[in-house]
Nanobody, 117 residues
């Protein structure tokens, strides 16, 4: 089993930065594909950024150039560095892990990011 715990959310002003962390329990972290999703008020959950076990990254067009996903396998942690935050970035951000062999998906509980006007 894998447990994911997000942290780092909060209230910031437009243009400011924030770094989210997702700590994973258990073994096998280095083999998981990791992603950040978000869900704004009245919105569907959407993929924000992902990073594979081999380091390939992808970003939603809305955050490209502003957000950076990274991972530290020694710490079983994935990060989302968010810069130039905008009010439309306001959402609950969720960490997601996908086990590739014998596939299974895991979700964290989410952390709130609020960007004031």
């Amino acid at each position: 089993q894998v447990q994911l715990v997000e942290s780092g959310g909060g209230l910031v002003q437009p243009g400011e930065s924030l770094r989210l962390s997702c700590a994973a329990s258990g073994s096998g972290f280095s083999t998981y594909h990791m992603s950040w999703y978000r869900q704004g008020p009245g919105q569907q959950r959407e993929l924000v950024a992902s990073i594979t076990s081999y380091g390939s990254t992808n970003y939603a067009d809305s955050v490209k150039g502003r957000f950076t996903i990274s991972r530290d396998n020694a710490k079983n942690t994935v990060y989302l560095q968010m810069t130039v935050l905008k009010p439309e970035d306001t959402a609950v951000y969720y960490c997601n892990a996908v086990r590739v062999l014998i596939p299974r998906q895991y979700w964290g509980q989410g952390t709130q990011v609020t960007v004031s006007s």
